[in-house]
């Protein structure tokens, strides 16, 4: 990837905007249009958002929230696009949150599903089925080193809380290492290791550090990653017994605010965290998958990880997780029995399996690489035009866009986010929010995004900041 | 040693049958071996790879802990109905139901349906937006329940369920201590591992808050049926073992993976008082008997005569799609409410959809009566059998939910461990 200096982009923009100036100023910007899509969705008649509301005010869980002033009901979905009950067009550019990874109701996914649903939903690993066998051998494929044995879950937290306990128990230590701002999961363990305090629930925490995150935009040592691994073997130092059990980390934080560690934190991190004894586990579950452009983010890291737990992307949205770690460490489940009734089950590990299959037929990696990064170039292009924009990062098709209503105190632009999420909401764009302080635009749309769809996108969201 | 259990610690025994197991396989093959019911479906031939072949990728890439039934584990490649089918096409009559997972039936024609229409339509959004179907089956499913127990949180399996009830136990009373019964079996992450009580199903690792008490199990337990007596327990751990403040009570009304362990009569009315006096509130864990596998009720926790504050299901809940769901009051979803809750997979489209035409099903097959029906008449003739060979030494359950204790001394009760063994392998033939 040709990478433009930061310089010769000021130049390319100050040039754009001396011959554009005097155009733009004559010219209204236009409202961006939608790219064309050859699919009607079939005509909805089930009940409407108001009713859908009420229903789940009444039964569902009160701390279910939903994005949105007026909320959109979506009913059908097909490749990057959702439809809500009036058959409204939506660009989806956050992915049921970095989930849907083919598309939605990607057709060869669909059709794997079916037609394994048709034979058999479930029986369990107490029986022999190929399709497990045959999607494990596939993941096992697409892994570095070792890491060749799989344990199949359904969830992200599932998955990592398998890990962090194999991690327990290979080494025998307790202390669980993870960074702050960080997203692991709800249950017991994975909440410890969750580190924002929005997703805390006042629990025992046993066992589990936060260390310094090693944030380029806001953190204490900008882009020194190796600065900050320097914490990890403090925490070790002085709050362990020297030895750990092991270190959990995205290789760019999802649910944090698309947050891309600082370049040579993890080598640093993980080399600290091995002389510790402790394994290194690799929370792919939204990097994972090509959706940064490398098919697993911590490759970008140039590291090898004990350890690897995804989830999301995996199924394109069919309840899947899954843990893969070397032989060696595989063994210490044997000493006990585990066991996970839905967890490989048929359906879900062909479904697996095919999207394994699409990623590599259609490309998506390439994709993810090419149109995320021109998405990220026009991106930029946003931000030498709005102050509002504090800063852009991101690889592939997991990018973020921070709004900040000033540039030196980088003062989380909380108000104003909302503002120009549901505007471009209205222009026909979904995309996420996130971050501690929820200023940040998370734009993690299904791989098969195009230029045409990054331009809308983009596009959207300058016509709004223009307004602003 | 129940059934299920054992099975697990198989791999190094060989079977030494004793005689009573081998009179009992002979004894019908001298008349002609048993038939299976006529079922009038062709399953499709299967191109795939062989049991020997799918055997050995497990082996290499699904790890050394994943273990199978049967010294020739079967390959099994269709489902219909009660009925599953292996690579040759051999149909078996599926007496677990993946255990106790498939409750309508393998690929039962409406709930296909409702699945493959709504996997056409939309797989995945999240909650952040709206969509029908997740409110409809909260709906149809708290109509189930009895008393306040009326807001739902869906998850994806009995783990998660059941680490969310806790959560809430916690929250909501600010209480730590757990307690849940001897031989019961709750979930394989960190702290269902704690609530869990099999030592084959615990790895050492911290358990955080959690107390074991007596299991009012009426065929082990040394109180007999006696529920008072093993009641005591739980209010002895309470004063010795605690603040005398607790956060929760869990448990299953018939023991599943503990080997079909009904409660003693009684004992839940008794322990729910105990532990709401001591400030905790009570989960029922319905994993395995819900959804009326039990015949008599919908729900095994009415077997029992009592309303839990926090009830958790998964396995018969969505017939095998991986969907597990937690519900309780508004007062406890209240306390909750005060942070963000949130399940990225948790009450997708397909599987409200799945699970809603699991409760249609249900209803309109009439499946409950349908359980206790076939199950009242099942556990007679298993009696029968228990009248006829010393071996079984006990027979209990209710609805489709049956255990068989075999044991080689009926007054010892000395588990008949080679023989269950020997036993399974020749039903599966």
């Known amino acids: 990837m040709q990478r433009i200096t930061a310089a010769k982009r000021a130049l390319a ?60 009901n979506i009913v059908d979905g097909k490749k990057q696009y959702l439809f809500d009950e009036e058959g409204r067009r939506y660009l989806d550019a956050f992915g049921g949150i970095a989930t849907v990874c083919c598309g939605h109701c990607h057709p060869d996914v669909v059709s794997a599903v079916v037609k394994q649903m048709n034979r058999i939903q479930h029986s369990t690993v107490l029986y022999l089925n190929h399709a497990i066998a045959d999607f494990a051998e596939a993941l096992a494929s697409k892994m570095p080193g070792d890491l060749k044995v799989v344990f199949f879950t359904n969830s992200g937290t599932e998955a990592n809380e398998l890990a962090l306990m194999m991690a327990r128990l290979y080494t025998g230590c307790q202390d669980i290492i993870s960074i702050r701002n960080g997203y692991h999961g709800n249950a017991a363990g994975t909440m410890g290791a969750t580190a924002q305090s929005i997703w805390k629930f006042n629990v025992v925490q046993s066992g589990v550090h936060h260390t310094l995150n090693p944030d380029p935009y806001r953190g204490v040592f900008g882009s020194d990653g190796e600065k ?63 959706r940064t452009g490398s098919f697993w983010g911590f490759e970008s890291h140039g590291v090898v990880p004990d350890i690897v737990t995804m989830a999301k992307g995996i199924g394109n949205g069919i309840p899947l997780g899954a843990v893969v770690t070397t032989p060696e460490i595989a063994e210490v489940l044997t000493r006990r029995s585990y066991f996970n009734t839905f967890g490989g089950n048929p359906v879900c590990t062909a479904a697996g399996l095919a999207v394994l299959n699409v990623i590599e037929k259609e490309k998506l990696q390439e994709n993810a690489h090419v149109v995320g990064s021109y998405l990220k170039e026009r991106l930029l292009s946003l931000k030498d035009k709005y102050e509002l924009v504090g800063d852009v990062r991101g690889r592939g098709l997991m990018l973020g866009l921070e709004l900040v209503t000033d540039r030196k105190l980088k003062t989380p632009a909380k108000t104003e986010i909302v503002h120009v999420m549901e505007q471009m909401k209205d222009m026909g764009v979904l995309v996420g929010k996130g971050g501690y302080y929820g200023n940040v635009f998370r734009i993690t749309p299904p791989l098969c995004f195009t230029k045409e769809d990054a331009d809308f996108l983009v596009d959207a969201m300058g016509y709004t900041l223009s307004k602003m | 040693m129940a059934f299920w259990g054992r099975i697990l610690k198989r791999a190094l025994q060989p079977a030494r049958p004793s005689s009573d197991a081998a009179a009992l396989c002979s ?123 009326k807001v739902v949180y869906f998850v994806n399996s009995g783990s998660e369920a059941n680490e969310l009830a806790t959560l809430m136990a916690r929250m909501y009373t600010g209480n730590l201590e757990m307690i849940s019964l001897r031989n019961a079996y709750h979930g394989g992450s960190s702290g269902t591992i704690g609530l869990t009580a099999l030592n084959t199903w615990k790895y050492s690792i911290p358990q955080g808050e959690i107390h074991h008490v007596m299991n009012p199990d009426p065929y082990r337990g040394p109180f007999g049926s006696d529920a008072k007596a093993y009641a005591r327990d739980v209010q002895d751990h309470i004063d010795f073992g605690t603040s005398g403040k607790v956060a929760g009570f869990i448990a299953e009304t018939i ?43 919908y729900w095994g926790f009415e077997t029992q005569g009592v309303i839990p504050d926090i009830v958790t299901m998964a396995k018969g809940i969505g017939n095998g799609l991986p969907l597990g769901a937690v519900v309780t009051t508004p007062e406890i979803a209240s306390v909750m409410a005060q942070k963000i809750q949130f399940n990225t997979y948790g009450g997708n489209p397909v599987c409200s959809a799945g699970g809603h035409a699991v409760l249609r099903v249900i209803d309109k097959e009439k499946r409950q009566a349908h359980c206790a029906d076939i199950g009242s008449h099942l556990i007679s003739r298993l009696k029968e059998l228990q009248q006829k060979y010393d071996i079984i030494g006990d027979v209990r359950g209710r609805g489709l939910m049956l255990g068989v204790e075999l044991v080689t001394d009926r007054k010892e009760k000395t588990p008949a461990k080679a023989e269950t063994l020997h036993l399974f392998e020749k039903l599966k033939e």
């Open chain 1, 228 to 290: 900050y691994a320097k914490d990890v073997q403090d925490l070790i130092n002085f709050g362990t017994s020297g030895h750990v059990a092991g270190f959990i980390s995205e290789a760019i934080q999802g649910v944090g605010g698309i947050i891309e560690l600082a370049p040579g934190y993890l080598p640093a991190a993980y080399s600290t965290i091995k002389k510790a004894g402790g394994l290194c586990i690799a929370d792919e579950v939204q990097s994972g998958f090509a």
């Open chain 2, 255 to 297: 023991q599943g993976v503990g080997g079909a362990v009904e409660l003693a009569p009684g004992y839940l009315k008794l322990v729910y008082d105990i532990v709401r006096k001591a400030g905790g509130v009570c989960i029922a864990d319905e994993v395995q008997t819900g959804f009326g596998r039990t015949g008599g009720h």
């Open chain 1, 13 to 72: 923009a100050q040039a754009h905007r001396t011959f554009s100036q005097s155009a733009a100023s004559l010219r209204e910007p236009e409202l961006p249009k939608m790219p064309a899509f050859d699919y009607t969705p079939p005509p909805y008649s089930g009940p409407p958002a108001a009713e859908i509301l009420a229903k789940r005010k009444e039964f569902l869980s009160p701390s279910l929230f939903h994005f949105y002033k007026k909320p959109i």
């Open chain 2, 27 to 149: 004894s019908y093959s001298t008349n002609a071996p048993p038939q299976l019911p006529r079922f009038d479906h062709l399953p499709k031939p299967y191109k795939g790879p062989s049991a020997d072949a799918v055997l050995e990728k497990r082996k290499k890439f699904l790890g050394p802990s994943l273990f199978y039934f049967y010294e020739k584990p079967l390959n099994i490649v269709e489902g219909k109905m009660q009925y599953l089918f292996d690579e040759s096409g051999r149909r078996y009559l599926d007496a677990f139901a993946g255990i106790v997972t498939v409750s309508c039936g393998h690929c039962h024609p409406e709930v296909l349906d409702a699945i493959i229409e709504q996997s056409k339509l939309l797989q995945h959004a999240t909650t952040i937006y709206l969509h029908h179907a997740i409110g409809d089956f909260a709906e149809a499913l708290t109509s189930k329940l009895p008393g306040d127990l």
